[in-house]
């Protein structure tokens, strides 16, 4: 628990969102008004701000999948 705790997947670098390492993991949320977002590393980052990392990813495959904190 601690390693996972203690693992950063995302810096601000030049107010730009960069990712670490290619298997980022945060979990997703909602602020009760319909807007979803994603908290990384405590971060709430909404589509547009995931999607300019992903950026530099081009032409790469990736997979997604949905994991039951609770579980």
């Known amino acids: 628990m601690y390693r996972g705790l203690a693992t950063r997947h995302i810096t601000r670098s030049d107010g730009a969102i960069r990712m670490l390492h290619d298997k980022p993991s945060g979990r997703i949320s ?42």
């Not at 008004?33 to 999607?51: H, K, Q, S, T, Y």
């Open 30 to 71: 909602s602020d009760g008004d319909g807007n979803v977002f994603f908290v990384v590393d405590g971060v709430p980052l909404g589509l547009d701000e995931i999607a300019f990392p992903l950026a530099s990813h081009e032409g790469w495959e990736f997979e997604s999948q949905i994991v039951d904190a609770l579980a």
